[in-house]
């Protein structure tokens, strides 16, 4: 409700555009005034983009529908009018993600980390793309560096254990998921992991211990049912 007023708030000294409208449709959407969303949705498909953070609003909103196509073409002609905007470089990244494009979200996320060397999420996400690209030392150097720059984001834990995992290092990829969940992450996320790591190293019957565990703390979850199926099949 904060954000609605003080983007009225801008409107009022700004006037009208297609960014402010986006933002206040998200923002009314979330409170449960759909009415007040779809006006301001109309509003702004009648607004002429006026500058980068426009595009940047209207990619942001495409991406968040699952419009993933349309929002980077929204964040690229962002880019194309300023290139130092560091937020439509991180969106733009995410797109590539999503669209399996790996060698794009790598250049998107490295304009982004230069743009802000010491946000250790930049990192991360850029470690997510080398994975994705089979280039796994960049990949585990990006995890490192977010580590050292936030001890707390768990997350990179888990992408140094996914790395691990891969090259065979199964004490490795253990003692990563071990510090995830040290650091919060889900502990169905981390013992479903385990299971992968225990199942690809050959230890059946751990494996088989972690995947009931994980069942014990969430029944429905699909993959582990899955697995624990194709272990103890037979």
Partial sequence: RLALTTLEAAEKLLG??????????RHARALGMEAAADEAARQAQTLPARGPWDHLAMGRVD?????????????????AIDPRIFWAHHYRGLCALKQKQPTEAIAAFSAAC????EAAWCRYNRGLA???????????????????????????????????????????????????????????????????VHAA???????????????????DHRPAKEELARLTEG
């Fill in 16 to 25: 009208a555009s297609a960014a402010i409208a986006l933002e206040r449709s």
């Fill in 114 to 117: 230069a743009l802000v060397p």
């Fill in 63 to 79: 991406l968040a529908a699952g419009n993933v196509g349309r929002a980077a073409e929204a964040f690229d002609r962002c880019l």
């Fill in 201 to 219: 190293a050959g230890d059946r019957i751990a494996a088989i211990a972690c995947l009931k565990e994980c069942l014990q703390h969430e029944p």
């Fill in 130 to 196: 080398f994975a994705e690209a089979e280039r796994f030392d960049l990949a585990e150097a990006d995890f490192e560096r977010a580590l050292a720059l936030d001890p707390d984001l768990a997350a990179a834990h888990l992408g140094r254990s996914a790395i691990a995992l891969r090259m065979a290092r199964f004490p490795e990829a253990l003692a990563a998921l071990d510090r995830a969940a040290e650091g919060g992450i889900d502990p169905v996320e981390v013992l479903y992991r385990k299971a992968l």
